[in-house]
Structures are given as structure tokens and as C-alpha cells.
């Protein structure tokens, strides 16, 4: 009987100190800081002739900007680790 009882405070203290383990793992990657790639570049990328920067913002995986121009508005998406051209979408009325 005793080496049931010793069996059954065993396993709780496994399942505290398991449940402790996971809380603290979950903690710990909420508030982990995200790698931030090390290095610059230089990019040039055409503007629409007699274009209007209208707005730049960032996303997760792209740099948005967009001009409004004679043509209609213009969006360019850029890949903000190398700075190359990622898309183009035409807005026309």
C-alpha cells in the first residue's frame, strides 16, 4: 500500500513539474525576438513619369508602394531583403 501511495505522489509531482515545463516553454517563445537578417543594399526601381507617392508600408514579407499618376494609381511590391521588384499591380479606373 505504501508503494502505491509513493507511486501516485510520484506521478502527480511528474505531471506539476510537466505542466510547469510547458508553461514555461510557451512563455519563452511568445517573447522571443525574431532574427533580423544583417546586411544593406542599394536598389533603384522606375517610378511612373509625373507619378505621386501616395503611401509606403510595410508587411510582413513585402514593402507596398503606391503612386497615383496621370495613367491611373500604380502599386509596386518589393521584396524588402534584396530590394528587387516583386510585383506590380495596375489600378485603372
Do not use: C, W
Not at 502505491?4 to 505542466?19: E, F, H, N, P
Not at 546586411?39 to 503606391?66: C, M, W, Y
Amino acid at each position: 500500500m505504501t508503494g502505491l501511495k509513493t507511486l501516485v505522489i510520484s506521478m502527480g509531482i511528474l505531471i506539476v513539474i510537466g505542466i510547469a515545463l510547458v508553461g514555461y516553454g510557451l512563455t519563452r517563445t511568445r517573447h522571443a525576438p525574431e532574427a533580423v537578417a544583417a546586411g544593406s543594399f542599394t536598389s533603384e526601381v522606375q517610378i511612373p513619369h509625373g507619378a505621386k507617392l501616395i503611401s509606403v508600408n510595410a508587411t510582413a514579407d513585402r514593402v507596398v508602394v503606391h503612386f497615383s499618376g496621370t495613367d491611373g494609381d500604380k502599386i509596386l511590391l518589393l521584396d524588402p531583403h534584396n530590394g528587387q521588384l516583386a510585383g506590380t499591380v495596375n489600378l485603372v479606373p
